[in-house]
């Protein structure tokens, strides 16, 4: 790239770092249509494709995953390893990582774990330089990520403690370990951990989960009352397409009625049984 184009690419990722997706994206495209180097196009579009993971446009990332491998494959013909940052030894792992991104987005975890092997172990110096330390940090913590989804808990473990994620993950790291530490019956650190991840803004989808797990936490802690909250809140914020609600319902009917509160225990098994309830459900 020239020194303006560079300094506009620069431009574009400070919007990015900053937040503004859209209008970095919409002119990060329009860089991309001015420049006519190859090797330049190609950096750009492996570019798009982090954009569009992250605004989480997942089949629109999917053919730019297509639309870089084809650019490689003229680009590139033996792709090799190496400790320099160069275009024809970096380019491929760029879209590797590119498609590993797009493929955990896509919810394919053992496509995924398997292409992040293949990865780390074909492009081992590469990943160690410099130029590539964000990557090799996001890929580690992917791998924790990605064994959990698997419900590898022992394993994700290791790479969820020493992971150090990129600031728009910590959200999601943090409730990852979170839940790890419960899956290892560490009830006081899977608390607070999951308190921190309830902080960092997770999405309401996750906050149902994560709500719903620390009323698990308070129930094997005694605190039914708290419990109860919890529960009551993953009611409130949870997606049904991610939480199971009959569980949802028949914790708080355990709840309510080891608590006395028989009224709402027969309500919340009604809702656990399909009936319509007789009172208001807060």
Not at 20 to 30: F, K, P, V
Not at 44 to 59: A, G
Not at 157 to 166: K, R, S
Not at 209 to 216: M, P, R, V, Y
């Amino acid at each position: 790239m020239n020194e303006i184009d560079a300094q506009r690419f620069d431009d574009v990722r400070s919007k990015y770092e900053d937040g503004n997706y859209s209008q970095a994206l919409e002119e990060l495209r329009e860089l991309a249509g001015q420049i006519t180097d190859p090797w330049d196009k190609a950096e750009l579009l492996y570019n798009e494709i982090i954009f569009l993971v992250v605004m989480r446009k997942i089949p629109e990332a999917r053919q730019r995953v297509a639309d870089l491998n084809k650019a490689i494959t003229s680009l590139v013909e033996n792709p090799s390893d190496g400790y320099g940052y160069d275009m024809p030894i970096s380019l491929p792992v760029m879209a590797r990582e590119a498609e590993l991104r797009v493929t955990a987005a896509e919810g394919k975890t053992l496509e995924a774990l398997r292409i992040l092997d293949d990865l780390v172990s074909r492009y081992p110096k590469q990943l160690s330089i410099p130029e590539f330390h964000t990557v090799s940090q996001e890929i580690k913590t992917l791998r924790g990520i990605l064994l959990a989804d698997a419900g590898r808990w022992e394993e994700a473990g290791p790479f969820l403690e020493d992971a150090v994620p990129p600031d728009c993950w910590k959200d999601y790291h943090t409730y990852y370990l979170g839940q790890y530490y419960y899956e290892l019956k560490k009830y006081e650190r899977a608390k607070e951990t999951l308190l921190q991840a309830l902080n960092l803004d997770l999405p309401n989808s996750w906050k149902g989960q994560a709500h719903f797990i620390l009323g698990s936490i308070e129930y094997c802690l005694s605190d039914l009352k708290a419990a109860k909250r919890h529960l009551e809140e993953c009611a409130r914020t949870a997606d049904p397409k991610y939480t199971d609600m009959a569980k949802v319902w028949w914790g708080l009917e355990v709840i309510c009625r080891n608590l006395g509160l028989l009224a709402e225990a027969e309500n919340y098994q009604k809702l656990r049984t399909g009936l319509p309830p007789t009172s208001k459900i807060n």
